[in-house]
């Protein structure tokens, strides 16, 4: 069964404007992490952001903030004010404390900023 | 700053030959990981090491195996490489500690190419 979900495979956003990438991830575990990177067309993966599941509130980091649901074991990230830079593809991933050293990564969202 | 190199960018190889992909890092880290990135399919890990000459298989191993002989040095070697691990490749590394927020850092990858 696929552990993290994302449906979009490609976006276009204005620059300026917010963007919200959509995960949804499978655990039975009670205790997890969960990690978004980003990749832009050099290929090197870029750590953005992290929320654990016990964190009372959502993650933030300058202009990308996750939108935690827990109840609907959602986990999307939001990034503020888009910039050109921004064009990349986006990953969501989760580590599970069953299997602390793995990560599990969705297919990936591409994002496009336009001007 | 953390810095994951992994020695080549791009490499084409022949379908039978044997194929070494190195990985270094300077952050101490005492995990390592290899994975290969699809499109469609995300990241999927398919080896990786908690400590020297320690391994375990991930998602995907055959057609792999790794060697760990140094901290700071992860290789992955396609023992007969065939057009089907045409893929891109990506390093990791990350510190031991468990329950953490700690972010695996990853390299740039390299696009390897089995004619």
């Known amino acids: 069964a696929q552990k993290i979900t994302q449906t979009q495979p490609g976006m276009f956003v204005q620059e300026k404007e917010a963007v919200t990438l959509d995960c949804t991830y499978d655990t039975s575990d009670p205790s997890y992490g969960l990690f978004w990177y980003k990749q832009p067309s050099s290929g090197e993966m870029i750590f953005l952001i992290y929320q654990g599941s016990y964190d009372q509130q959502n993650a933030t980091e300058g202009r990308y903030s996750l939108n935690f649901q827990k109840a609907r074991k959602s986990a999307n990230l939001v990034i503020s004010a888009s910039q050109l830079g921004d064009s990349a593809m986006y990953f969501c991933a989760m580590r599970e404390s069953s299997n602390d050293y793995k990560l599990s990564f969705g297919a990936g969202t591409t994002v496009t900023v336009r001007a | 700053d953390v810095k994951v190199t992994q020695s080549s960018r791009y490499l084409v190889k022949r379908t039978g030959e044997k194929v070494f992909l190195e990985c270094v890092q300077d952050m101490d880290h005492e995990n390592m990981f290899w994975y290969r990135q699809d499109p469609g399919l995300g990241l999927r890990l398919i080896y990786f090491?908690?400590?020297?000459?320690?391994?375990e298989k991930g998602d995907i191993p055959e057609g792999y195996s790794v060697s760990r002989e140094k901290k700071e040095r992860f290789s992955l070697i396609l023992e007969s490489a065939s057009t089907n691990q045409t893929s891109m490749y990506l390093c990791?590394?990350?510190?031991?500690?468990?329950?953490?927020?700690?972010?695996?850092?990853f390299g740039d990858g390299t696009r390897l190419s089995i004619l």
């Open positions: 090491s908690y400590d020297v000459k320690m391994k």
């Open positions: 990791a590394s990350s510190l031991l500690q468990v329950d953490s927020n700690q972010p695996q850092h």
